[in-house]
C-alpha cells in the first residue's frame, strides 16, 4: 500500500514536472543590456531565400492525421511563402502563395486543405517556422532557466520568443495578446547542413495549442539556397 | 475508339498482359512542382501479383509501404524518431484503394474496362488515360503509360495534373512472373 502510494506521489510529480517545461504564459526574464543574445537570435533565420522539402507528419486530437511532404520556398525579403503540400505518393493536395500582408493565394487545393481557416493556420505556422518573426524586437536577455532568449511583438501584441538553448538547439514560443502560449516550436540543428553558411534545423516539432490544437512535426529532406 | 491497326496493337499489348502473373520492378518518380527548382526524386519498389496484391514501397527519401492483398489496404510509414515504422491510419489510405485498383487494372492490361479513365493509344506506344468524370479531372487531368519497344511492359508512368505539376514514374529492372511470397503484400519484412 504503501509503495503503490509512492508511486502515485512519483507519477503526479513527474506530470508536474513535464508540464513544468511548458510554460504556458508569458515569462518574465532578466533583461541584458549587451547585444549578444540579439546577434545570436538573427542567427536563427538566413536573408537568403531558399527552397525547403520536409516529411511532415500531422497528429490531431483523438489521434487522427497522416503523413505528407511540404514544399516551400521563402523570399525573406519581401516575407512571400510559396508552398505545397503532397502525399508521399506525390499528389499535390495544396498549392499556395502567402504574401506579406494579402491573402494567401491558392492555385490549387484538394480536400480537406480547401477550407480557408485551415490555409489561414498553415501561413501563421510556415511564417513562425521559416521567416524571422513579425514585428519589434523588444527585449532580450535569460530567462530564469538561464535560456538566451530574445522577444518580438507584432502589432496585434501577439509575442514571439525565440529561444537558443544549451544544447545548440532552438525554441520558438508565441503568445496571444492575453500571454497564453498558442505555439511552441522545437527546432534540432544539424551539422550536415551547416555549409549553406547558415544554420538550418533538421527537426522541426510544432505544437499548436488551444482548442483545434493538433502537432506537426517535420523532418528536412532537402534545402537549396535560391539565387 | 482506337482505329483498326491501333486496335490490333491494343488486342496484343492486353493479349500479352494476360500472360503475366506477377511483376517486381524499382522504380524512380520524379515530382515537378513549379515552386522546386529541381524534381523531388523519389525511389522504391513495386511488387505486384494477380489478381489485385499490390506492394508499392518507397526506400527513398521517406521510406513508406502500402500493401493491398484484396480488399485489404494498409500503410507503414518509417518514423525516424521512433526508429520503426507505424501505421499511417488517415482517411487518405482508403483513397489509395482506387490508385491501386488503377495500377492494377495497367499492369493487367484492362485499359478499356476502366470506368474512371478513358483509354487512347497513340503511335508511339502511349496510353494516354483522361479522367471521364470532370470532378476527378481537377484532381489529375491526364496520365500517360508508355509501353516499352520490345513488350508491352510499362516503362514509364506520366500523371499530369497541370502544365506545371506532374509525376514521372520510370520502371527499371522488371521481372516478369517471377516467384513473390504472399507476405510481401501483408508484412512490412
Known sequence: MKRCFCLIICAVWLLFAACGNISSHLPKFSIEPSSDVFLECRQLFSNQSRQYVHSIEATFPGGAGGFLVGAAKVIPQSENIDCAIMTLEG???????????????????????????????????????????????????????????????????????????????????????????????????????????????????????GRHGYQLSMELISMEVLP | MLPSAHAETMEHIVREAESIRTIQAAFVQSKHIKILNKPLISK???????????????????????????????????????????????????????????????????FEENPAFDARLSNDRTISLTPRNEGFSSVISRIDLYLSRSSSQIERVMIIESRDSYTEIRFEDQKINVPLDDRLFSEIQ
Open chain 1, 91 to 209: 499528389l499535390t493536395v495544396l498549392e499556395a502563395s502567402f504574401k506579406s500582408g494579402a491573402n494567401p493565394v491558392v492555385h490549387k487545393s484538394l480536400p480537406p486543405f480547401d477550407k480557408l481557416p485551415l490555409i489561414n493556420r498553415m501561413e501563421d505556422d510556415l511564417r513562425l517556422l521559416l521567416l524571422a518573426p513579425q514585428g519589434n524586437a523588444v527585449k532580450a536577455g535569460t530567462t530564469e532557466d538561464g535560456i538566451h532568449t530574445c522577444r518580438y511583438q507584432d502589432i496585434y501584441s501577439n509575442s514571439v520568443d525565440l529561444q537558443v538553448l544549451d544544447s545548440g538547439n532552438w525554441r520558438i514560443r508565441k503568445y496571444d495578446k492575453t500571454g497564453k502560449l498558442i505555439r511552441n516550436v522545437d527546432m534540432k540543428i544539424c551539422r550536415k547542413h551547416a555549409g549553406f553558411g547558415m544554420t538550418v534545423p533538421c527537426r522541426m516539432d510544432l505544437a499548436a495549442y
Open chain 2, 44 to 110: 522504391g519498389m513495386l511488387y505486384f501479383k494477380k489478381p489485385d496484391f499490390l506492394r508499392w514501397e518507397y526506400t527513398v527519401p521517406i521510406r513508406s509501404i502500402l500493401m493491398v492483398q484484396g480488399e485489404k489496404i494498409q500503410k507503414f510509414v518509417w518514423k525516424k524518431s521512433e526508429n520503426r515504422f507505424i501505421r499511417d491510419a488517415s482517411p487518405h489510405v482508403e483513397s489509395m484503394r482506387m490508385v491501386s485498383e488503377q495500377m492494377a487494372m495497367w499492369l493487367d492490361g484492362r
